[in-house]
């Protein structure tokens, strides 16, 4: 999945485009980390458990519910939508950080 994400930010078409194409290579950082996690529990490695689930979980409530709104509102070439993409983001971000 990294090398993928790395193919894909190389095709990306233009600037606005970069951080949408970057969702792949994000992905699959995610998911190097979640192996490292696993493979922390069969060689009891507990300093680097306890650092990957940080990052995981930084994945996973911060910058997924963040970063994927604001990518996708960057490709969006007509103003209104572009807009609603972000006004559809701000009650998430109120609901999950904020209460």
């Given at each position: 999945?990294?090398?993928?994400?790395?193919?894909?930010?190389?095709?990306?078409?233009?600037?606005?485009?970069?951080?949408?194409?970057?969702?792949?290579?994000l992905?699959?950082i995610?998911?190097?980390?979640?192996?490292?996690?696993?493979?922390?529990?069969?060689?009891?490695?507990?300093?680097?458990?306890?650092?990957?689930?940080?990052?995981?979980?930084?994945?996973?409530?911060?910058?997924?519910?963040?970063?994927?709104?604001?990518?996708?509102?960057?490709?969006?070439?007509?103003?209104?939508?572009?807009?609603?993409?972000?006004?559809?983001?701000?009650?998430h971000?109120?609901?999950?950080?904020?209460?």
């Amino acid at each position: 999945m990294t090398v993928a994400g790395a193919v894909t930010l190389k095709r990306a078409a233009n600037s606005a485009e970069l951080p949408f194409a970057a969702v792949p290579l994000l992905f699959g950082i995610q998911q190097i980390v979640e192996g490292a996690i696993w493979l922390s529990f069969r060689y009891d490695a507990s300093e680097i458990r306890n650092i990957a689930s940080y990052i995981y979980t930084l994945f996973a409530y911060v910058l997924w519910p963040i970063y994927i709104p604001i990518a996708i509102g960057l490709t969006e070439q007509v103003a209104w939508r572009r807009k609603l993409i972000g006004g559809l983001d701000y009650p998430h971000f109120r609901r999950h950080y904020f209460t």
